[in-house]
Antibody, heavy 120, light 112 residues
Framework: EVQVLESGGGLVQPGNSLKLSCATS????????MYWYRQFPEKRLEWVAR??????????DYTESVKGRFTISRDDSKSSIYLQMNNLKEEDTAIYYC???????????WGQGVMVTVSS | DVLMTQTPVSLPVSLGGQVSISCRSS???????????LHWYLQKPGQSPQLLIY???NRFSGVPDRFSGSGSGTDFTLRISRVEPEDLGVYYC?????????FGSGTKLEIK
């Protein structure tokens, strides 16, 4: 059974940092491309970041609004990915989801999400 | 960025009825490999999005055949027949052909 579990969310002040974790099991993590998404309070969904597998040199991509502030990484030995979020802004307030890109090209397994609130 | 225009915003339905949701993209979603990376998700209250349909018309594992997807290029449709209570929630289309990946704004399926 595939499992995806995010952690690390919370309340932070603008300008501060937070690191999200996503632990997975039940599939061959080392070859999977992994993604972070977020859902804003008004329910709009947005792709945040992507990290490819070792065979693709762990290439990363980010949505424009987080470039230079967020960093996605992975630890294949722990079947986990991470999202280091620096210089957080109030508009980063959202539920953050981790998802696997399956062989179909779709995102077939998602975590339950973790809430990040940026507020003074 | 590819704009995904999803309609309607809200969709009242009677149980047992049939509905259609439209998703239109601002540019073709055909990738260089020939596949069209347009997917449909259902988000039930308090849950994360769950995959229903991948690459336009393929049902994901365990998805009932009441759900069907069609379309090509820039115009796509999700159809749900014999609506059941478990189908209620918000439906989203997602394109993963072009970066950044973009979602439709969602369609809320609710009981009439």
């Amino acid at each position: 059974e595939v499992q995806v579990l995010e952690s690390g969310g919370g309340l932070v002040q603008p300008g501060n940092s937070l690191k999200l974790s996503c632990a997975t099991s039940g599939f061959t993590f080392s070859i999977a491309w992994m993604y972070w998404y977020r859902q804003f309070p008004e329910k709009r969904l947005e792709w945040v970041a992507r990290i490819k597998a070792k065979s693709n040199n762990y290439a990363t991509d980010y949505t424009e609004s987080v470039k230079g502030r967020f960093t996605i990484s992975r630890d294949d030995s722990k079947s986990s990915i991470y999202l280091q979020m620096n210089n957080l802004k109030e508009e980063d307030t959202a539920i953050y989801y981790c998802a696997r890109r399956g062989g179909t090209g779709a995102f077939d397994y998602w975590g339950q999400g973790v809430m990040v609130t940026v507020s003074s | 960025d590819v704009l995904m225009t999803q309609t309607p915003v809200s969709l009242p339905v009677s149980l047992g009825g049939q509905v259609s949701i439209s998703c239109r993209s601002s540019q073709s979603l055909v990738y260089s490999d020939g596949y069209t990376y347009l997917h449909w998700y259902l988000q039930k209250p308090g849950q994360s999005p769950q995959l229903l349909i991948y690459r336009v018309s393929n049902r994901f594992s365990g998805v009932p055949d009441r759900f069907s997807g069609s379309g090509s290029g820039t115009d796509f449709t999700l159809r749900i027949s014999r609506v059941e209570p478990e189908d209620l929630g918000v439906y989203y289309c997602l394109q993963s052909t072009h970066f950044p990946l973009t979602f439709g704004s969602g369609t809320k399926l609710e009981i009439k």
